[in-house]
């Protein structure tokens, strides 16, 4: 059974304070780790999906980058505005199905 | 440019009462799923279609049926709604093949 463990669950930075959010991973041939930001009240939406160890993604402020056993969101000098719930989610195998983590409640202090 | 539309956005129920939740995509995407999200428990599948007319299911069935007459929309049904069903419920849709998924708003449910 594919597994997500996303930490820490919260996280409090200071606006341009970089920090790095985790994703491990337990997943039986490993086909995707993907990367959702959700504001509250609205639907997850898509940031990223890595595929291979090695691999990294950018976009605005945010560089997101995969091993063999966990992949890493890193927020560099974050704005208020990347305050939301970052969520890590798998596919493994012949599986195309999302397995999501719990995922992790960024704020971001002015 | 409306993605994925959920109807209705918030309801509230009693014990053994019925609802249907609607969604629907203009996107042309084959595939379409229904998550629902609770604190500490993250989103899980509860069913999902591959196309017009099949339907499969995920992680948490129990207690939901879906249909899927048209391909642009995917409806979740509660015979029977208890309270563990409370929850907020996310429809999303993606490309054939893809696990890029666009979600709709979400549906508040609150069963009493």
């Known amino acids: 059974e594919d597994q997500v463990t996303q930490s820490p669950e919260a996280l409090r930075l200071q606006e341009g304070e970089s920090s790095s959010l985790n994703c491990s991973y337990t997943v039986s041939g490993l086909r995707g780790l993907f990367w959702y930001r959700q504001d509250p009240g609205k639907g997850p939406e898509f940031l990223f999906t890595l595929y291979s160890a090695g691999e990294e993604k950018e976009k605005e402020r945010l560089k997101a980058t995969l091993t063999k056993k966990e992949s890493f969101l890193h927020i560099t000098a974050p704005k208020p505005e990347d305050s939301a719930t970052y969520l890590c989610a798998v596919t493994g195998g012949s599986n195309y199905k999302l397995t999501f983590g719990k995922g992790t409640l960024l704020t971001v202090n002015p | 440019n409306a993605g994925v539309t959920q109807t209705p956005k918030f309801r509230v129920l009693k014990t053994g009462q019925s609802m249907t939740l609607l969604c629907a995509q203009d996107?042309?995407?084959?595939?379409m799923y229904w998550y629902r999200q609770d604190p500490g428990m993250g989103l899980r599948l509860i069913h999902y279609s591959v196309g017009e007319g099949t339907t499969a299911k995920g992680e948490v069935p129990d207690g939901y049926n879906v249909s899927r007459l048209k391909k642009q929309n995917f409806l979740l049904g509660l015979e029977s709604a208890a309270p563990s069903q409370t929850s907020v419920y996310f429809c999303?849709?993606?490309?054939?093949?893809?696990?890029?998924?666009?979600f709709g708003s979400g549906t508040q449910l609150s069963v009493l």
């Open positions: 999303a849709s993606s490309r054939k093949g893809s696990e890029k998924l666009f």
């Open positions: 996107m042309n995407h084959e595939y």
